[in-house]
């Protein structure tokens, strides 16, 4: 393991303010436990490309396909990420060393005035790239109209300030790792049940390596085995970020809560499940209940969705 007298462990983060709120959270946890680290910013596909919904860029992982690639090529050693941007599929030479604890998983509503979600006036316009957030907006109130909303968190709040928008919906954790207390409206998760993993920040390395074994410190077993439950649901549904499906898994008292769901990408139709699972065989249960909800009809919503995004990009390509 590289401790003080060798070369510090370079960590590879996008440049954003979040991002690196994220990775010297991480280089200053890892300094208390005298490992040292340098930041390497890594601009990513997703980032370059701000003009455009993610699920409109080519490929997976549109936030860290591009730091896998310098892990694999040698130039860094440790990756930083928000967990909801991994993708479930990975490449066989990397793992995720640490899942570090769980921020705030839910979804946040910010609005110019503090109106309540319930309360915004009929054709309120809401900002959100999520298909998920979109779809579930759309069914707890038809009569709203989404909006595309792009750029770092900054630009998020001004275009809100602005006017083009009379809300925007945004990870709550993000907020908490910005230490900004913005007034707001945590999104009750049995109507918007958050997205996979969401709230988690990850720290992928190349397996068997220093870096690895210097990470593993910062581990949270009770988040590992959450967003594990929560992996396992999306990868037996599949279709990534082209269809709206949210997993959460929460562990209360000696059970773990689970609710998941897909949705049509209009909100009109969803297939859900909500149940308390027991921690052993936690792994089992959740093929379980992906399986089951992929054969309730959450197969075919995702099967639609795929093939409508399909359509739209062989229509606009």
């Known amino acids: 393991m590289k401790n003080a007298s060798l070369s510090p462990f370079i960590i590879g983060t996008r440049g ?27 601009k990513t596909s997703g980032d370059t490309f701000t003009d455009r919904p993610l699920y409109q860029i080519t490929g997976v992982g549109a936030f860290v396909r591009e730091i896998d690639d310098r892990m694999l090529a ?11 941007d991994v993708p479930t599929e990975r490449p ?41 957030r979109c779809a579930q907006l759309l069914r707890f109130r038809p009569d709203l109209t989404i909006k595309d909303l792009r750029g770092n968190i900054d630009t998020r709040l001004r275009k809100l300030r602005e006017g083009q928008y009379d809300g925007i919906l945004l990870a709550e954790a993000g907020l908490e790792r910005m230490k900004w207390d913005i007034p707001g409206e945590r999104l009750d998760p049995d109507d918007f049940v958050p997205s996979a993993n969401q709230g988690t920040v990850v720290i992928v390395t190349r397996k068997d390596s220093d870096a690895e074994r210097a990470v593993w410190q910062l581990d949270d077993e009770k988040t590992r ?15 990534g ?10 562990t209360e008292g000696d059970k773990i809560h689970v609710r998941t769901e897909v949705l049509s990408t209009d909100g009109k139709r969803h297939v859900k499940i909500d149940e308390f699972i027991n921690p052993a065989g936690y792994e089992y249960e959740a093929e379980r209940i992906g399986n089951e909800l992929k054969q309730r009809g959450g197969g075919a919503l995702v099967d639609e969705a795929v093939k409508m995004f399909a359509a739209k990009r062989g229509k606009h390509g």
Do not use: W
Request: overall charge neutral.
């Open 16 to 42: 954003s303010k979040l991002a690196l709120a994220q990775a010297n959270l991480v280089s200053s946890l890892l300094a208390e436990k005298g490992v040292r680290t340098e930041l390497n910013i890594i």
């Open 225 to 239: 085995i959450e967003t594990r439950i929560e992996r396992i649901i999306i990868g037996i549904l599949g279709g």
């Open 74 to 84: 040698g130039e860094i050693d440790i990756g930083v990420h928000s967990m909801k």
């Open 241 to 250: 970020c082209l269809v709206p499906i949210g997993a959460f898994a929460r």
């Open 92 to 132: 066989v030479e990397l793992t995720i060393a640490a899942v570090m604890k769980r921020d705030s998983p839910y979804d946040f509503l910010l609005t110019r005035d503090g109106t309540k979600l319930k309360d915004l006036p009929e054709g309120a316009v809401i900002g959100t790239t999520s298909l998920r």
